[in-house]
């Protein structure tokens, strides 16, 4: 059997769903194809998000959990930032997931479930589509003129071209989604140090209705810890965590792979583009690709549907997807990689520090520092409110920040 599209899109997580949406807006005939039984579960994900990200992609406000309140612990520090409106959010995974493909589909985009991807079809080198396997486990080619891999971490067309190998460098995360009674749902955590998260973070992301996500997360090769073992005792043995999560239970149980080696170098070849964590697309900063799946699955499904109504599916026409994305995210995607090279190596000692620096900034300016915004402005800011940093191993490390900041954007911008 074979069928014949103009988009097919492998993967249908958040960067899949925005691709054949926006794919199949412009017009084209767009399948999407998912491995699993159900869009949005299981879940891999801890969903923190910014709202005004969730605003700017038409998401329902029913669909995430603002938090005005966020917490940084070290072993020897707390720091507090309190917002007067709604800054961060957690994100309902599924709601969102079904809301997107809920849109790709009444774009007129086509989506099949427990539909796997196997082998890659290419002409004299072009890839040209792909071999399924069916939810009766029937064997299918399906044909297309753009192929977009937004499979997610193991970027499963990509590494069965020349465009890739797996991913060296990543995140390995573990979840309890717990039903917490005597959590505020206003507090946000992130917590850093050997004895919890080491080379990592823990955090717990409230998300409405009781329930709240705790998790751990722990960067491989950098370290040879399994976040698993430490979820127990975040929850219990920190003190400001256990009288929260006091009555508290897991109903859900979530472990994921985030790849943490900065974007890579081609995002597309003849009739191929990579989205979302396919690309690496997300930010390394805090393991945060949400927003960033969506925004690169949208940018792949309209240059996709754009080559097709010129007629030129070549990766000298696709190439139009790595200017755009790198003039929009390029920059602060190798900021945030920089900074999260560095502070995964952070010892205790180091941790504290930093968080001695973090409190002497404003709200806005720690949100903006987390969400990855760097601006000539924020930089001044930090070191405006830390002037013993001009003395320190920090300023070098801000002007690095700022010679980055500085330079244009990409080569090539349109
Ligand atoms: C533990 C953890 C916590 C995280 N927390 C956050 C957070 O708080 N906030 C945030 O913004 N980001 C977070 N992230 C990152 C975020 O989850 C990802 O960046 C995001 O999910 C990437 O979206 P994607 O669509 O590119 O890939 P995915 O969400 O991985 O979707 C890929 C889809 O492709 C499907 N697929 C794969 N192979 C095939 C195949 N062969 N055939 C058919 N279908 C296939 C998969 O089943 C999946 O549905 C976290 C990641 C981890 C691991």
């Not at 992301?205 to 073992?229: K, M, Q, T, W």
């Not at 180091?350 to 968080?355: A, E, K, T």
């Not at 949100?367 to 924020?378: C, H, I, T, V």
Request: charged share 20%; net charge neutral; hydrophobic share 40%.
């Amino acid at each position: 059997m074979s069928d014949k599209y103009q988009v097919l899109v492998v993967g249908g997580g958040p960067a899949g769903l925005a691709a054949g949406e926006a794919a199949a807006r412009q017009g084209a005939r767009t399948l999407i194809l998912e491995r699993q039984n159900e869009i949005g579960y299981p879940i891999h994900t801890s969903g923190g998000t910014w709202v005004k990200d969730m605003q700017a992609l038409n998401i329902p406000a029913h669909l995430y959990h603002p938090v005005r309140n966020i917490f940084f612990l070290s072993p020897h520090r707390e720091v507090n930032f309190q917002y007067t409106t709604d800054v961060c959010c957690v994100v309902d995974i599924r709601g969102l997931y079904q809301h997107l493909a809920a849109r790709a589909v009444a774009a007129g985009a086509e989506l099949r479930v427990r539909h796997t991807v196997e082998q890659v079809l290419t002409e004299q080198g072009r890839i040209t589509g792909v071999t399924a396997k069916t939810h009766v486990s029937e064997r299918i080619n399906v044909q297309a003129d753009v192929t977009i891999d937004a499979s997610g971490f193991s970027r499963h067309i990509g590494v069965r071209t020349e465009m890739g190998q797996a991913f060296h460098r990543y995140g390995f995360g573990a979840e309890y989604d717990m039903y917490a009674p005597n959590y505020p749902q206003d507090e946000l955590f992130l917590i850093m140090g050997s004895a919890y998260a080491p080379n990592g973070y823990a955090w717990a992301f409230p998300r409405g209705n009781g329930r709240v996500r705790l998790g751990v997360g722990v960067i491989h090769p950098d370290s040879e810890n399994d976040a698993r073992s430490y979820l127990d005792s975040v929850m219990r043995d920190i003190p400001q965590l256990a009288t929260r999560f006091k009555g508290a239970s897991p109903l859900e149980y979530h472990t994921g792979l985030f790849p943490s080696e900065g974007v890579v170098d081609n995002f597309t070849r003849d009739g191929l583009i990579l989205a979302g964590d396919a690309g690496g697309h997300g930010s390394t900063l805090v393991g945060e690709g949400i927003r960033f799946a969506i925004y690169s699955g949208q940018m792949a499904g309209d240059v996709a549907a754009d080559a097709i109504k010129r007629g030129d599916t070549s990766v000298g026409q696709l190439r139009t997807f790595d200017r755009r994305w790198r003039t929009r995210f390029g920059r602060d995607m190798d900021i945030s990689y920089m900074i999260n090279k560095r502070i995964a190596a952070y010892t205790d000692a180091q941790w504290d520090s930093g968080l001695d620096l973090l409190k002497r900034l404003t709200p806005m300016q720690a949100a903006q520092l987390l969400r990855g915004d760097y601006s000539a402005s924020l930089v001044m800011g930090i070191l405006a409110r830390n002037p013993s940093l001009v003395a320190s191993g920090g300023k070098r490390f801000l002007d690095l920040m700022l010679e980055r900041i500085n330079k244009p954007a990409a080569a090539g911008v349109e």
